[in-house]
């Protein structure tokens, strides 16, 4: 098991998640309780929550202005569900800007995780999306979306099982009517880079991906 952390100056750069913010939730995995995150709170703070908010900072001007920023709370809502462990292993955040979708990001002792685009859309935005898909628009999309599965990208599942009606049955672009979000993710494990700024440089290699859609 890891041992608290000694004080340490806050930081003001990202320079990755060093080596005890990935073992905090490798133990958290093995003891997730309120007496284990007590006694490393302080390195939850310093250095889990504390690099994502220089990340956030230093990214938040790739999507725009009046950018939203919200790192989730590690503790877990237990009302409703029969799992009780009180905290999520993993460290979320989410950035929105007004019209441009949003920015979801994942850390964890698995490595980090990025979406790129809306979720679900809004019934007006979800029309209007159709609308597009099943036009001329629709083609370049469609290009868009292939380009980014070669590079690696995972793009949003089909939501319904049948083309909305409306619409052809047989649409050449069925797949992407199917959809009432569209986002692009990708999950890149572990390793040295996660505690550099090469981290930083991955998401916004990703977010200059990811502006085509």
């Known amino acids: 098991m890891m041992k608290a952390a000694a004080n340490t100056a806050v930081r003001t750069r990202f320079a990755g998640w060093p080596k005890p913010a990935l073992q905090f939730f490798h133990d958290l995995k093995r003891d997730n309780s309120k007496a284990f995150f ?7 703070e310093e250095q889990v929550r504390q690099p994502m908010e220089a990340l956030l900072a230093e990214i938040e001007r790739n999507l725009g202005p009046e950018v939203e920023v919200k790192i989730f ?7 409703f569900t029969p799992d009780k462990r009180p905290y999520k292993e993993h460290l979320g955040a989410y950035l929105s800007s ?24 809004a019934a007006d935005q979800l029309n209007r ?3 597009a898909v099943a036009g ?9 979306v292939g ?5 690696g990208y995972q793009v949003t599942e089909p939501s319904f099982k049948r083309v909305p009606a409306g619409y052809a049955a047989d649409h050449p672009r069925g797949d992407l009517l199917r959809c009432k979000g569209l986002m692009a993710g990708r999950n890149w494990k572990p390793g040295a880079w996660l505690q550099t700024v090469e981290a930083k440089d991955r998401v916004r290699q990703a977010i200059k991906d990811s502006k085509p859609l």
């Not at 709370?73 to 009302?79: E, G, I, Q």
């Not at 001329?136 to 868009?144: M, V, Y």
């Not at 380009?147 to 590079?151: G, M």
């Open 38 to 44: 007590e006694a490393h709170r302080q390195v939850y």
């Open 129 to 131: 999306y159709r609308d």
């Open 147 to 151: 380009a980014l599965v070669k590079q």
């Open 136 to 144: 001329k628009e629709g083609e370049k999309l469609a290009r868009i």
């Open 73 to 79: 709370r590690l503790n877990r809502d237990l009302r």
């Open 98 to 121: 007004a019209g441009a979708g949003g920015l979801y990001l994942q850390v964890s002792d698995d490595g980090l995780y990025l979406a790129i685009g809306a979720h679900e859309m």
